[in-house]
């Protein structure tokens, strides 16, 4: 490696380290939010909460890592040419093409380490926070519930308020209940609430005791039941997604299923899309336009990537989509307009 490609790498490598730095802690002060009323409620510990934001920002490390590297490279040739430094390098013979195989260098480096989070560490940490979710629920019991608050199931269909716990058996009483009914929602009030043994698969239950229903405008609805089993809301550790998220590569080498073949494909995408976005960020780098516009079309064109990429990525799941072309063709297309812009902007015989 030159004198010149070395010292373009540090140039881009110590910003990109800070600017990766940032969006995690970032991310992790977002991520946070989900959990916090949980703990404050108890029913999530802090030492979970604290897991929780751990494994979430190791699974978005995959696109923040390529979202830092777009940002840093911008920048970071934006600054250089600033400087009039680019300038003189392109005076002593290291043209465009030749710092772009210098930057290379960095560009590869962010690559293989996006193909270890994305192949696996995301679905370890899936699987971690699987496992996670069902010992909260196995553990979970009435006496978690605090009086004088409200709790959501994890369906998100029955919302119920809890008046005031007793002190001899644990049990619940002076509940308040919302229930997502068709065709409209009903409200109701029970007595008492019991909790209901562990099942093998699916959240615990909870049974409340001498129903009554009402209507959602507060008129009574003449509906009685002495019975009326629901989910017991627990806290919502668990991200959007299936469990195909938490299966091993090599497992989903052997699946066919339209879900697993497109987690299977955005897994083995990402470290060429990392590549590519390095090189994508190099072209709008030493685009001698204006800043502001320049920065703006840049950013437009990540974004434009990533959106069409999770499109993509939704269609094989949905099976609208086949295996070929999959997610294949974004970042085929992706490196086609790369190639040829380079080949138009820059001089690769030039050195």
């Not at 989910?231 to 299923?257: E, F, N, Q």
């Not at 099976?319 to 297309?333: E, Q």
Request: net charge positive.
């Amino acid at each position: 490696m030159l004198l010149l490609d070395r010292y373009l790498v540090r140039e881009m490598a110590k910003p990109f380290l800070l600017v990766l730095t940032l969006l995690c802690l970032v991310f992790a002060a977002y991520s946070a939010t989900d959990f916090l009323g949980d703990a404050a409620t108890g029913l999530l510990a802090a030492e979970s909460v604290a897991r929780l934001v751990l494994y979430k920002t190791a699974i978005a490390l995959e696109t923040l890592l390529p979202l830092s590297l777009f940002i840093t490279v911008v920048f970071s040739l934006g600054r250089l040419d600033r400087r009039r430094e680019l300038v003189a390098m392109n005076a002593c013979g290291y043209s465009d093409g030749r710092m772009a195989r210098g930057a290379a260098f960095l560009f590869v480096v962010a690559a293989l380490v996006t193909a270890v989070l994305s192949l696996w560490l995301r679905p370890a940490a899936y699987r971690s926070i699987y496992a996670l979710q069902a010992r909260v629920v196995e553990e979970l019991t009435l006496d978690d519930l605090q009086d004088s608050r409200f709790y959501e199931s994890l369906d998100g269909k029955e919302v119920f308020y809890v008046g005031k716990r007793d002190g001899t058996d644990g049990a619940l009483s002076r509940i308040f209940l919302w229930i997502e009914h068709d065709p409209q929602p009903l409200v109701a009030v029970a007595r008492r609430a019991k909790l209901l043994p562990v099942t093998d698969e699916g959240p615990r239950r909870v049974v409340l005791q001498d129903l009554r229903v009402f209507g959602t405008l507060g008129r009574f609805s003449g509906v009685r039941s002495g019975r009326f089993v629901c989910d017991l809301p627990v806290p919502r550790v668990l991200p959007v997604g299936y469990k195909r998220k938490a299966a091993s590569t090599s497992h989903l080498l052997s699946s066919s299923r339209p879900k697993d073949v497109a987690e299977l494909q955005w897994r083995l995408t990402r470290p060429w899309s990392t590549l590519l976005v390095g090189f994508l960020a190099f072209l709008f780098g030493r685009w001698r336009g204006q800043r502001f516009s320049g920065m703006l079309m840049a950013l437009g064109a990540f974004v434009a990537y990533y959106q069409v990429s999770i499109v993509a990525r939704n269609g094989v799941e949905q099976g609208a989509i086949g295996a070929v072309p999959g997610l294949w063709w974004v970042d085929g297309l992706l490196a086609l307009i790369v190639v040829w812009q380079y080949r138009v902007r820059t001089h690769w015989g030039r050195t």
